[in-house]
């Protein structure tokens, strides 16, 4: 082959060659990143979230706690206990009260009011100060089916109560064993007695009280019901037990009510955490003074009128006791509590009249 002719054929060789690695190129770019001009089936507007995230649904519990209605997975079996919490001036702030489920409140003697506080889906670690027992107040605990705690008694309160009126325990046989109940230094006598609760299951136990129980729900509304909850509105509450003021104020952010005496907010004495409520109570009972010493029987059995505060609202209603348990009716069928925390307080035969509300 002359020079010309190969350097011809050289060309041709070369060319073809160029020709296929430049398709093998475009074959492979076409693979890896294919184009077209479809639209994405799935856009996100602004201000939107990808839509493969999904709205969150509501969590769902197997269980829910008797006197709160919040859910749980555990199952509940621990008994209610009912504590008698000092309210008088100088036992203020209590201890514990932020984790009751209901607190009554009730006048004792005079103008001073005395709490009992139901301790079952939370359990605080030191409750009081503790004062003494009241018929009224250990009938209702027993009602509930709740262990009542208390420190002291009059001698035939005392005796009605080792009769088996109320499962209960008495922090004068325990006072300052540094087990169930103690003496704080910081306060003086009688507004010093604090129930360590961790004992309590464990010194029940040992009197032979059964501290595993089955419980009656109170009623809840569902979140339907509460989305449409109506009633007048009510953001402030006041009613003056005598010369003892409670007020009680709403915050729409928190959905929760605030407490006080007076001015003085009621807080957590360790921490000065504040007690949030979801339903505020307000009963009329007969009350009757039966002793020079001033000592009232309340009646907590023929039902009577009621007021209930719920997310700001407020309804006028009666109360009725049904199987021992006090709770709001309309027209004599039961009204649901929002889930939570409950003050109940209890006033005298025509005291709904005082209480104040905007």
Not at 2 to 10: D, E, H, Q, R, V
Not at 172 to 189: G, I, M, P, S, T
Not at 272 to 292: K, M, R, S, T, W
Not at 298 to 327: C, E, H, P, R
């Amino acid at each position: 082959m002359n020079k010309k002719n190969w350097l011809i054929g050289a060309i041709i060789v070369l060319t073809m060659v160029l020709t296929a690695c430049s398709n093998d190129e475009q074959v492979t770019e076409t693979e890896s990143e294919p184009e077209t001009d479809d639209e994405p089936v799935y856009a996100v507007e602004e201000g939107e979230t990808d839509l493969d995230e999904e709205d969150e649904e509501e969590p769902t519990f197997e269980y829910a706690f008797p006197y709160t209605g919040e859910g749980t997975n555990e199952e509940i079996t621990n008994r209610a206990v009912a504590v008698m919490v000092n309210n008088h001036p100088k036992a203020r702030p209590q201890s514990g009260l932020t984790k009751a489920d209901i607190v009554f409140e009730i006048l004792a003697e005079g103008d001073i009011t005395r709490l009992m506080a139901f301790f079952q889906s939370e359990q605080p670690d030191i409750v009081g100060p503790v004062r003494s027992a009241r018929p009224y107040y250990f009938n209702l605990a027993d009602d509930y089916n709740a262990l009542y705690v208390y420190h002291g008694a009059a001698t035939f309160i005392e005796n009605m109560l080792q009769a088996g009126a109320a499962d209960n325990l008495n922090g004068a046989y325990y006072d300052n064993d540094r087990n169930l109940f103690k003496r704080e230094d910081f306060r003086v006598a009688p507004h010093n007695s604090y129930l360590l609760f961790n004992a309590v299951y464990d010194v029940a136990s040992q009197k032979g009280y059964d501290v595993e129980v089955e419980h009656k729900p109170l009623p809840f509304l569902s979140t339907e019901e509460m989305d449409s909850l109506d009633g007048e509105q009510a953001t402030e509450i006041s009613y003056a037990y005598d010369t003892t003021p409670v007020r009680y104020e709403y915050n729409s952010e928190t959905e929760k009510y605030s407490r006080f005496n007076g001015d003085v907010e009621t807080l957590e004495l360790a921490d000065g955490e504040a007690v949030q409520l979801d339903n505020i109570f307000f009963i009329e009972a007969h009350h009757q003074v039966i002793d020079d010493a001033g000592r009232r029987e309340v009646d907590f059995q023929s039902g009577g009128d009621a007021y209930l505060f719920q997310k700001g609202t407020m309804k006028q209603l009666q109360w009725k006791n049904v199987d021992g348990q006090i709770i709001p009716v309309d027209d004599g069928e039961p009204v649901g509590l929002v889930p939570g925390q409950t003050w109940v307080n209890v006033v005298p035969s025509s005291g709904l009249a005082e209480l104040s509300f905007q």
